[in-house]
DNA sequence: AAGTGGTCTAGACCACGCG
DNA sequence: GCGTGGTCTAGACCACTTT
């Protein structure tokens, strides 16, 4: 474990203990050196990891400030977490449509530039707290996922993913809003032309490797999003 | 000029003119060191800036590399602004539909936590490339900004407020996608009904004093998104 | 094993904010 | 002007990738 991230989750375990909230002021630098025992360069990136979070924003020759907003149900799109992790007071199931390893659509050699032979093709409806959240359609490569099944998908793929010790990187995402076709809102339980936001995103490993692409349809009524931006 | 901001923008302007792309390499960290003559640690915290702005990606013990996605008329919901030659592109205007200096409404005391006593509201509907973007309603503070007229409201309002030397912050972006009223959808050419999604932000000075809030509602066929996820 | 990036430290100095 | 956070450095050591 890496001494800032360490100190940086104590940080944030602290701040939630003691039940601060936006605008509310941490120690001052030296008292936290003290604090975790670490030189001021580890408090200095302990913050600045919980300054990208959201989680606090800092003032030159003032302070180090809580910043905590009203999340609710709000999807966070800046998470690399497929939304999993961060809905945990939240129940996320899914009813796999279908699941089949098949050879690379056209496109998909694209989004993968090139470099992939054979994929699993997995068709999810996923459902928050038992409401209709989504309907998914993802693309693996199974040079890099080797295996799936139909239980497994119907929890969180990246769970999984993580769990067989494969280090996701970063993601794109591109975010479009339509008119859903017939067949969509059947699924989604909508009217034919309801609203809807579509999201294509491809995951990249810490390698740099495109492994994952997917297209998710959201739900226009139970689907609400939130982005916090830094400095 | 911070050294690792000077460092970070040669950096970019030399990818560029390299013409490197995707999975590109960069020299090694001692070469850096010595081409633009700072530490070590000045050029990791360069080298930072530019993942976290989406624009390459590090792997221990391998190297450094460009990513380069392609990023068309999406709108960048992170502000990271990619590359900056992409912005050059495109030219944004604006309407004025009204702009008042008024009393704050009930629901902006509670997003300005309380902190206010008249503001600026301003509904605009904004074009990029001549064509229909937004329908876009906003307060900001007029103790923050104390000045703004309908000539300053038909370009960049934000570009006019960091010229007065304020200095923004961060922000908070909620996103809900819904169906038009008869009065948006005249406003934005569609009709009635027509799928649309709404961006509730609020944005904060860097010293955390909230000092505008919006809500804009996209065309949904001339607006696309984008965002890059880092680790 | 060699090479390359990442972490961590102590300490000097800088820049902003507040009283 | 004092206090606080921010930058920058040199160098030791660690961890991952490549050969």
Redesign the interface.
Known sequence: MLKYDEVATKMEAQIIADGLT??DKLPKLTELMAKYAVSKSTIVKALAKLE?R?LI?Q?QGSGV?V?R?KLDE?IN????NGFTADMVKHKMTAKVLSLKKIAPPKDMIKYF?GDVKEVYEVKRIRYLDDQILCLEESYFKTSVVPFLNEQIAQGSIFNYVRELGIAI???????????LSKKEAKLLELPEK????TIEETY?L???EAFDHSKTT?H?KN?????????
């Not at 309801?194 to 936001?197: D, E, F, S, V």
């Not at 689907?223 to 400095?231: E, L």
């Open positions: 936006q605008g990208q959201g924003y003032i400030f910043r907003p709000h799109l800046i998470n690399n530039n990187g970063f993601s794109d995402k591109y975010l479009n809003v339509i008119e309801a609203p809807a936001l990249y810490t390698s740099g959201y226009f689907a609400k999003f939130f982005i916090q931006s830094t400095t």
